[in-house]
């Protein structure tokens, strides 16, 4: 078992696991050394960096989230392509920030501080020490700035089913650099806004006069992080006062369509993502249409005790991803997703046009924002050749303005293999025919003249649990096909987001584990592609998809030659795991305040009592995910090198 600590950082030429296996090992496997093609050719892969949108400053510069050395720090770029300037140098790097307005430079930002606390930060002035405004005890993220920069909000998390919604005033100044590096320095109290046990507050905006709060609540149940439901993230929506006054936003009965319930006059208002509208009367909402059959979200206006909002988006068979508004309200912009591609549609809402910018290219948006004036719209635009980089469209000439180019490494990423959309029946049936599934793959590109032996194939599944599969840039999966010869396929099993909410429904409470029979049918699938190699299918999934991935090795362990669980759940409701005998790679960070690092360590000693070779990789300074660039690369190289030796 290998625990590594932030001062014993593995190397990918020196990574080095230790085999937790027993001697009768039905697959060889030689971990003596890491496979001397992982080791010579994987770190050219892996040494590229994206730049993220943060947001813009109020000079017109843009704040960007991009890897300098080991960790993601906060950089200022200010104009198209120009340098950029590192404005945070936290030892664990930074996991979310917000630019003050009004106050020019300054800056709040989330840090980690160790066995999953977070600390919110304020820089009042590049160059200067960083002040902190909570504990670092505490679990915080989404820092959020009035409109007038005098006021902070953020969530403070108490455990997996409780957080909070909490607000500092920041006042016309701040303490000195010299106050707030001095330990008397105690950072201030904030006032709480919203919380209770049993559910977990969103922070979505403030009104246009900085007097209101828009909030979401979720009422978490006990096993949801066992099992995460496609529609957890539909929240009920509030509004709050500065006081900490509470009141929910709701729509008569008559327009409540397939969520009203007995005789109430009203219903609470239900979306999943909520902004103010710039007339600070109205809602601009992510949410389904009221009838039964609504099936996608949409972008809606809602005017709160007017009833019924009416659709601003075209698409009627697309989610609805992302969206955002120009403080003068003249353009709104949205993200729609088509089988996990993004589109962005503009919406002239002075001249009722919808327009569609042909100079943004294909590819997955993660972010966008307006400018203050509305002017000028940043997004985040990575494509399976470019890494995430940010761009600036101008609405009114439609021109697209990249403003940085994050180095690929020593690899040419315009030779990357761009993944097809492939479909594949499943086990059920919909009006007598087999229910299709998609899923992306990745094929090597074999020379003309030969005829090529099947090839390995490795699941990838990072879908279900409302989770979408995206074919967005992974150099990692790259390396997998092009160096290493896999064919990688990345299914939407059902339960996923983005192809309706009856799909995503499909694999709630009891039917959780059809989406493992989803995986069971593309093994049947395969089993019929002359050029895949059905004898040496393996299994690899992240987050939720590591709970498919140990329920599939389970399930269908005859048609498997291993598997990587990474990131898992809550593992106590998953049945039938023991069954597991082929190889397994466990990966965690081992400070996961949701997850006990003790679940995966267990079940990793079942296995191995019962013969099954079994190998585990933790972080002692990581939680639910690895944010440190040289753990990702060491996550990386452990798969690599364990898909290396499942096929001699």
């Given at each position: 078992m290998l625990h590594f600590k932030p001062s014993q950082m593995l190397s990918i030429l020196g990574l080095a696991l230790i085999a937790e296996a027993s001697a009768q090992q039905p697959v060889r496997m030689d971990l003596s050394s890491v496979d001397t093609l992982v080791a010579?050719?994987?770190?050219?892969?892996?040494?590229?960096?994206?730049?993220?949108?943060?947001?813009?400053?109020?000079?017109?510069?843009?704040?960007?989230?991009?890897?300098?050395?080991?960790?993601?720090?906060?950089?200022?770029?200010?104009?198209?392509?120009?340098?950029?300037?590192?404005?945070?140098?936290?030892?664990?790097?930074?996991?979310?920030?917000?630019?003050?307005?009004?106050?020019?430079?300054?800056?709040?930002?989330?840090?980690?501080?160790?066995?999953?606390?977070?600390a919110l930060m304020l820089l009042s002035k590049p160059g200067t020490a960083a002040q902190a405004l909570t504990d670092e005890h505490s679990r915080v993220d989404s820092p959020l700035w009035s409109h007038d920069g005098q006021r902070l909000a953020f969530v403070h998390h108490g455990n997996a089913r409780d957080c909070a919604i909490e607000l500092l005033d920041a006042g016309a100044e701040t303490a000195s650099p010299a106050a707030a590096a001095t330990t008397a320095a105690a950072p201030a109290v904030p006032l709480v806004i919203a919380g209770g046990s049993g559910a977990c507050w969103r922070l979505f905006d403030w009104s246009s006069d900085d007097q209101r709060l828009l909030l979401g609540r979720e009422i978490v149940t006990p096993d949801a992080s066992a099992v995460p439901a496609a529609s957890a993230a539909d929240v009920e929506i509030f509004t709050a006062d500065l006081s900490g006054s509470l009141a929910p936003v709701e729509l008569p009965h008559a327009s409540a369509g397939r969520s009203g319930k007995g005789t109430a006059a009203t219903v609470p208002l239900r979306a999943r993502l909520a902004r103010f509208a710039p007339d600070g009367h109205g809602l601009l909402l992510l949410r389904q249409g009221e009838s039964a059959t609504?099936?996608?979200?949409?972008?809606?206006?809602?005017?709160?005790?007017?009833?019924?909002?009416?659709?601003?988006?075209?698409?009627?068979?697309?989610?609805?991803?992302?969206?955002?508004?120009?403080?003068?309200?003249?353009?709104?912009?949205?993200?729609?997703?088509?089988?996990?591609?993004?589109?962005?549609?503009?919406?002239?809402?002075?001249?009722?046009?919808?327009?569609?910018?042909?100079?943004?290219?294909?590819?997955?948006?993660?972010?966008?924002?307006?400018?203050?004036?509305?002017?000028?719209?940043?997004?985040?635009?990575?494509?399976?050749?470019?890494?995430?980089?940010?761009?600036?469209?101008?609405?009114?000439?439609?021109?697209?303005?990249?403003?940085?180019?994050?180095?690929?490494?020593?690899?040419?990423?315009?030779?990357?293999?761009?993944?097809?959309?492939?479909?594949?029946?499943?086990?059920?049936?919909?009006?007598?025919?087999?229910?299709?599934?998609?899923?992306?793959?990745?094929?090597?590109?074999?020379?003309?003249?030969?005829?090529?032996?099947?090839?390995?194939?490795?699941?990838?599944?990072r879908s279900g649990g409302g989770a979408q599969y995206r074919p967005g840039y992974d150099p990692f999966i790259q390396f997998l096909v092009r160096e290493l010869g896999w064919v990688v396929l990345a299914p939407n099993v059902r339960g996923s987001g983005g192809f309706g909410r009856s799909f995503g429904e499909l694999a709630r409470g009891e039917l959780r584990d059809d989406a493992a029979r989803d995986v069971g049918s593309l093994l049947v699938w395969i089993g019929l592609q002359h050029e895949l190699d059905f004898n040496h299918i393996a299994v690899l999934g992240e987050g939720y998809g590591a709970y498919l991935a140990l329920s599939s090795m389970a399930a269908y362990g005859d048609r498997l030659i291993g598997g990587i669980a990474a990131f898992p759940p809550h593992l106590d409701s998953a049945g039938n795991l023991a069954s597991i005998r082929r190889p397994v790679l466990f990966v965690q960070g081992r400070r996961d305040p949701d997850v006990p690092a003790y679940e995966v360590e267990q079940l990793a000693a079942r296995l191995r009592t019962q013969g099954t070779p079994v190998q585990y990789l933790g972080a002692e300074d990581e939680g639910a995910r690895f944010e440190r660039r040289s753990n990702r690369d060491a996550y990386d190289g452990a798969v690599a090198n364990f898909l290396a030796q499942l096929t001699r």
């Open positions: 010579q050719r994987l770190p050219a892969y892996l040494a590229g960096r994206a730049a993220r949108l943060v947001g813009w400053l109020d000079d017109g510069s843009l704040l960007i989230a991009t890897r300098f050395g080991d960790t993601e720090q906060i950089h200022r770029v200010r104009a198209p392509l120009s340098t950029r300037e590192q404005q945070t140098f936290e030892p664990a790097g930074v996991l979310a920030a917000a630019g003050r307005p009004r106050h020019e430079g300054a800056l709040a930002y989330v840090a980690p501080r160790g066995d999953g606390a977070t609504a099936e996608f979200l949409q972008l809606q206006q809602l005017e709160p005790g007017a009833g019924e909002g009416h659709a601003l988006s075209v698409e009627s068979a697309r989610d609805v991803d992302l969206f955002d508004v120009g403080g003068d309200g003249h353009y709104l912009a949205y993200v729609s997703n088509d089988a996990g591609l993004s589109h962005l549609t503009l919406i002239d809402q002075q001249r009722h046009l919808d327009l569609n910018p042909a100079a943004v290219p294909p590819g997955v948006i993660g972010s966008l924002g307006f400018d203050s004036a509305g002017k000028r719209l940043a997004i985040t635009l990575q494509s399976a050749r470019g890494p995430d980089d940010v761009y600036v469209l101008e609405p009114e000439s439609q021109q697209l303005t990249r403003w940085t180019r994050s180095e690929a490494g020593p690899v040419d990423p315009d030779s990357f293999i761009v993944p097809t959309l492939v479909r594949f029946p499943t086990w059920d049936r919909i009006d007598g025919q087999p229910r299709m599934l998609t899923a992306y793959a990745w094929r090597p590109v074999e020379a003309p003249s030969s005829a090529p032996a099947p090839r390995p194939v490795l699941i990838l599944l």
